[in-house]
């Protein structure tokens, strides 16, 4: 009841709201743009809303520093891959089309690979970690993915910048660490070609 005890406990009721609301409005959008552009009419469809958006080399700006833990326990980075293109591709194991999608990123990350192409996954509101690590087995996804229930990882990606808005969403940084592509959309396998390709091909 008193004054200080009410003080001293607001800005971590805050700071969790705002990790909360982050993951919340991705959701939310997501839903929406899904629920609209869903040919089947289904309610969970969680999509983006069909955006690929390309960046000319002198446009792009640097990715933000991205590490911490990994579904399967260890710790991994961003900056680990310097000097490779690196594919983010953020993911929850509830969302319909990250699993639809999940194919189709594991064969381009095997068929790129000797392209010096790294794809480096962001699991999203799993709070349970089980639950990614076994969307991992079942897709066999041969890459690792930071582990970020929160969003906390999301909320680095700066307003106003090529930020991932909705899941699933994908976002191609270039060899010298600055975004390049970024889809608000589930990709087939000819379309993360035609995204990654062309940045794996600059020199």
Partial sequence: MSPPRALRRRPLRSAAALAGAVVTALAVAACSAGSSGSSDGSSNFVGGNGQITIVKPADRKPAPALSGRTVAGGQDSLAAYKGKVVVINIWGSWCAPCRAEAPNLAAVAAADQAKGVQ?????????????????????????????????????????????????????????????????????????????VDPVAAER
């Fill in 119 to 195: 794809f480096l996954g962001i699991n999203t509101r799993d709070l349970d970690v089980s639950n990614a690590a076994r969307f991992d087995t079942t897709f066999h996804i041969p890459y690792p993915s930071l582990f970020d229930p929160y969003g906390k990882l999301i909320l680095r990606f700066p307003k106003g910048s090529l930020n991932p808005q909705s899941l699933p969403a994908t976002l191609v940084v270039d060899r010298q660490g600055r975004v390049a592509v970024r889809a608000l959309k589930a990709l087939s396998e000819d379309e993360l070609h035609r995204i």
